[in-house]
């Protein structure tokens, strides 16, 4: 099961913008940060992409390993593929119809669904692992969670805007010259790399808090069937 769970591969992408970043080759953090953004990241600037790095981090922390690992310990494998598989059609029938086409109707109220209560678990997880801001992120996530267009996609992205103390937007155009989502944590300044830097020891310390809490989860049911045998 933890093969569908995309800790690593994540992490991976993200990490791999910062140095570009930091150096200003755009165009080596554009293919980096192309890996986990859902949109065209060719015109964006280095804070376009530096909040399309960090954003993406979050909600892909959503739905791609805190969602998985809720309907894993639900159901086991069968409740991960499942998943999987609601969210791999929404994604090709938005792409191909849109969400508002008759045939793109039913995946996209599923994917809604599966994702309510895993969007919120990722935002709290991102707001005890900001530490310190922990209070802060956790306002954040109540305050601005709902400004997304996307019923559950702002929740992790608000938590992690809080955490970091920036803001956070995902071009609607793929550009910053095109209608913007509503700022995450709007009168604070643009991430940086180093922003990008701090938000990858957010997601590390989140995963492990998950772990954890998965682990807790599985003594306590080794318990309880000792228990019952018993």
Same mark, same amino acid.
């Given at each position: 099961?933890?093969? @569908? ?29 192309? $890996? !986990? !953004? ?14 399309? =790095? ?10 791609? !390993?805190? =969602?998985?690992?809720?309907?894993? !310990?639900?159901?086991? @494998?069968?409740?991960?593929?499942? +998943? ?5 059609? $929404? ?38 692992? #900001? ?16 400004? $997304? *267009? ?8 608000? #938590? ?21 989502? *509503? ?14 830097? $701090?938000?990858?020891?957010? +997601? ?11 682990? @807790? ?6 318990? +309880? ?6």
């Amino acid at each position: 099961m933890s093969t @569908l769970l995309t800790q690593r591969s994540l992490a991976m992408s993200v990490a791999g913008a910062i140095a570009p970043l930091r150096l200003g080759d755009l165009s080596g953090a554009q293919s980096r940060v192309a $890996h !986990v !953004v859902g949109h065209d990241v060719v015109r964006l600037d280095a804070a376009g992409l530096a909040r399309a =790095a960090t954003g993406s981090l979050a909600n892909n922390f959503s739905t791609g !390993v805190v =969602a998985p690992a809720f309907w894993g !310990v639900l159901f086991g @494998l069968p409740g991960v593929a499942a +998943y999987k598989a609601i969210c791999i059609a $929404h994604e090709a029938v938005s792409r191909n119809d849109g969400d508002d086409d008759a045939f793109a109707w039913l995946p996209a109220r599923l994917d809604a669904l599966v994702n309510i209560i895993p969007a919120r678990l990722a935002a709290l997880l991102v707001s005890l692992a #900001a530490w310190s801001r922990a209070m802060i992120a956790a306002s954040a996530t109540w305050r601005e969670a709902r400004k $997304h *267009r996307l019923r559950n996609a702002g929740w992790a992205e608000a #938590a992690m805007a809080g955490a970091l103390g920036v803001r956070l937007s995902r071009p609607a155009g793929g550009d910053d010259s095109g209608t913007e989502e *509503r700022w995450f944590n709007a009168g604070a300044p643009d991430p940086s790399a180093a922003d990008v830097a $701090h938000a990858l020891r957010v +997601y590390v310390r989140a995963d492990m808090l998950l772990v954890s809490a998965l682990a @807790l989860a599985a003594l306590i049911g080794a318990a +309880y069937a000792l228990q019952v045998q018993s």
